[in-house]
């Protein structure tokens, strides 16, 4: 059983366009967060949801939101894709915010042409 | 400002022999210093973590060494397999600002040759 898991794995499209990364978490963690990973292989957060609730929102453009339909899903949705935002994109729970082990997905990676 | 800084970007080692790779930190805030283990295609993972609380932790050929007061934390693998060749991030959790968070450094790309 996959405990985070987020699709697609790969992701191409056009600048200018919409698209959405769904996530999973089946470890009944309270903790989900979305991590960005550039060329430099640097890990970024981008946001945190506790509970459904947003806990971290990092300098992010506004073209990316998050929503959480419930404690086991977190999407991210972005607008109006940009070359920059090509990038691998983690999911990833905890049990708390706090002092516990982060797992993540296996990432997507998200191509803007 | 970077919270966690990490080195070498990359390192090669022979088999058999210790890797190591440094972090040093600036926020005393962080309480929870975690080692997380990257092979390609593949998401982070957990290897091993250390509280403050304690100068090392040992689980198998993995070890971390915590110096609080010059605010460092080393990875040594000892015994390197070619299996260990992975990216490994450090990183520290806690309170930035209003919000805890994980503060991963840049990365060390870890090449063991056989």
């Known amino acids: 059983d996959t405990a985070v898991s987020q699709t697609p794995k790969y992701l191409v499209t056009q600048m200018g366009n919409d698209k959405s990364i769904k996530c999973e978490q089946n470890l009944g963690h309270d903790t989900m967060y979305w991590y960005k990973q550039d060329s430099k292989k640097f890990l970024k957060i981008m946001f945190s949801y506790n509970n459904k609730e947003l806990i971290i929102n990092e300098t992010v453009p506004n073209r990316f939101s998050p929503k959480s339909p419930d404690k086991a899903h977190l999407n991210l949705h972005i607008n109006s894709l940009e070359l920059g935002d090509s990038a691998v994109y983690f999911c990833?729970?905890?049990?708390?915010?706090?002092?516990?082990?982060?797992?993540f997905g296996q990432g997507t990676r998200l191509t803007v042409v | 400002q970077q919270q966690v800084k990490q080195s070498p970007q990359s390192l090669i080692v022979q088999k058999g022999g210790i890797s190591i790779i440094n972090c040093a930190y600036e926020?005393?805030?962080?309480?929870?210093f975690p080692w997380y283990q990257q092979f390609p295609g593949k998401g982070p993972a957990l290897l091993i973590a250390i509280r403050p609380d304690v100068s090392e932790k040992k689980e198998g050929r993995f070890t971390i060494s915590f110096n609080k007061s010059a605010k460092q934390f080393s990875l040594h693998i000892m015994d390197s397999q070619p299996g260990d060749s992975a990216t490994y991030f450090c990183?520290?959790?806690?309170?930035?600002?209003?919000?805890?968070?994980?503060?991963f450094g840049k990365g060390t790309l870890l090449t063991v040759n056989p």
């Open positions: 990833a729970s905890s049990q708390e915010e706090e002092n516990t082990e982060a797992f």
């Open positions: 990183a520290a959790s806690g309170f930035v600002g209003s919000n805890y968070k994980l503060t």
């Open positions: 926020n005393t805030a962080f309480d929870y």
